[in-house]
């Protein structure tokens, strides 16, 4: 059997590299914060040590069985992330992160220090940095709602509609309305950050506003 210093060395570093993806989802304000990222990593060293230790005792070949199955187990966890929104599959970064935890879990269990250490450094780099390029650079898309009001007897509707097609857009949901004196226009729209910024730019003068809110997080 592992030493007891050796058992708690793997379940603590595995558990802090958990805390640490969960503290940048948790800034991010994104399922999986700190204590389910620590939970999933320090629960699959866990049961990574079990694997070998339980098999040790009874005699058995396969000390990696129950370990085998941490991977079918973590499926069924980040299965239940992904979720369908507005025409839109969010969740996925979620369910993947879930899914790295538990393989940073199992290096960590398994004494594979170094491996759990820099499997956690290019993790936290894809979140952070990637994910700053994504924002930035208008390399990712969200599903973002728009509400544009007028109290002008212009067509606002048609304008709306030419804007949209310019930027190569499909919108969802689109509805024109009065209420009372003002035209409003709605619609869904799957847009980057600079196709964003485009429509509300171009939408923004006196007598028209321009709303907009994220449809999820």
């Known amino acids: 059997m592992l030493p007891l210093n050796q058992v708690l060395l793997r379940l603590t570093l595995a558990a802090l590299l958990g ?7 948790d800034l991010r304000k994104r399922p999986a914060g700190v204590r389910t990222s620590l939970f999933v990593c320090m629960g699959a060293a866990l049961f990574t040590l079990l694997s070998g230790e339980i098999a040790r005792r009874l005699g058995d070949t ?5 370990a085998s199955n941490i991977v079918q187990g973590i499926g069924f966890l980040g299965a239940g992330a992904i979720m369908r929104e507005s025409g839109s599959i969010v969740g996925m970064t979620t369910a993947a992160t879930i899914w790295i935890e538990a393989a940073i879990g199992m290096a960590a269990g398994a004494g594979l220090y170094t491996v759990a250490e820099f499997t956690t450094g290019l993790a936290l780099f894809a979140l952070v940095v990637l994910g700053w390029c994504e924002r930035n650079f208008g390399l990712r898309t969200r599903m973002m709602s728009f509400r544009i009001t007028t109290n002008q007897s212009e067509s606002l509707a048609g304008e709306v509609q030419r804007l949209l097609a310019e930027l190569k857009l499909s919108p969802q949901q689109f509805k024109v309305s009065i209420s009372g004196a003002l035209s409003v226009v709605e619609f869904e729209a799957d847009v980057s950050h600079r196709k964003q910024e485009s429509i509300v730019s171009q939408l923004h003068r006196e ?3 321009c709303e907009m809110a994220p449809l999820h997080e």
């Open 19 to 25: 805390a640490a993806i969960g503290v940048e989802r």
């Open 62 to 66: 396969g000390s990696t069985r129950i």
């Open 207 to 209: 007598g028209l506003v």
